[in-house]
């Protein structure tokens, strides 16, 4: 179920958003839409404290008391890590929407088309990884990053990578060959290849375990999405006993999103 959120101060403005929304939940009925409906930020915030946030907002901007920039830095405040979606006439907000982490800014009157678009959007990254993600890219260095609940990259971790550290090995230590990364034939190895290859793929392996833990340790009572990518690691992301998915495509999605964001 995606619980999504709507509010607006205008009535007529909230009807016709509120039937958009109904009519892009039914049409898409494999995502089990809730949709809550509010007419002041204060009301949605209140609603967002009490069952601990939504998974999508969609906001006007200009409303009385709290309006929809401080609304959502509001949200951003209490960990709500829900996307949001501002609709407004009012374009000269869109600089002040990065404050609260918009994930799209539509000028009203809404087409239909465009909406249902970006809320797929939306959705596609909902349902792809929730945060806080640990992300591991395996190329030539291993790099580790962590997005926080507010879809925030706090920072991350540099190490050498799994063919840098074998060449190191192979190169620096006397009488040990040039080896490929492959998957070992066991975790004990029974001569010197084997023992080598072994080493590399379940000492990586373990080492991305203890690092996981110790960040997950950052995010307690949190579950967190651990994803991995790059060349290295179909082969090493198996012996890892931390659930890890692999993403072939995860830096081109991520590119090719940025760019539809700023067409």
Known sequence: MIKLALCDDETAQREAAGNLLREYAASRPALAIKLSIFSSGQELLAAAEEC?????????????????????????????????????????????????????????PVEPDKLFQVLDQAVAA????????????????????????????????????V????????????QLPDISLQHPKALIGKNTEDCMRSGIVYGTAGMLDGIIDRIREEFPGREVSVVATGGNAPVIVRYCRNKILYDKFLLMDGLWTIYQKNR
Not at 149 to 158: C, H
Not at 163 to 174: D, G, H, P, Q
């Open 52 to 108: 601990g946030g939504f998974d999508l907002y969609v906001l006007d901007i200009v409303m009385p008391g709290l309006s929809g920039i401080d609304l959502g830095v509001r949200l951003r405040e209490l960990y709500s890590d829900g996307d949001i979606i501002y609709l407004t006439i009012s374009p000269e907000y869109a600089v002040d929407s990065y404050a609260a982490r918009a994930f799209y800014y539509l000028m009203k």
């Open 163 to 174: 063919n840098v550290s074998l060449e190191a090995l192979s190169r620096r230590a006397a």
């Open 126 to 161: 909902l349902e792809k990884f929730s945060p806080p993600i640990i992300t591991i890219d395996m190329g030539t260095a291993t790099t580790i990053g962590v997005i926080s609940e507010g879809r925030t990259y706090e920072g991350g971790l540099l190490l050498p990578g």
